[in-house]
């Protein structure tokens, strides 16, 4: 299991994610179901992840999390 895998677990039921705003790049969702009770998603090649973040990220930490996702996705 690559750690990218363990940082950002797969969203397996893809329900109505919300759109929220795009941050370097990557474009994060509310979860459907959990709302803000779960941290919120981004959308990688057409698969949503949890992001990590319960509040909008600035744009350091989104690159940041760009980046992790390209050395282990």
């Given at each position: ?17 919300t759109?929220l705003?795009?941050v370097?790049g990557i ?11 779960c ?10 992840y ?7 990220p600035n744009?350091?930490e ?12």
């Amino acid at each position: 299991m690559t750690v990218f895998n363990d940082l950002f677990a797969d969203v397996k039921q893809q329900h109505d994610h919300t759109y929220l705003d795009t941050v370097a790049g990557i474009s994060f969702y509310e979860h459907g179901k959990y709302g803000d009770e779960c941290s919120m998603l981004f959308k990688y090649n057409g698969t949503f992840y949890y992001s990590g973040f319960y509040d909008k990220p600035n744009w350091y930490e989104a690159e940041e999390l760009k980046y992790t996702v390209r050395q282990y996705a």
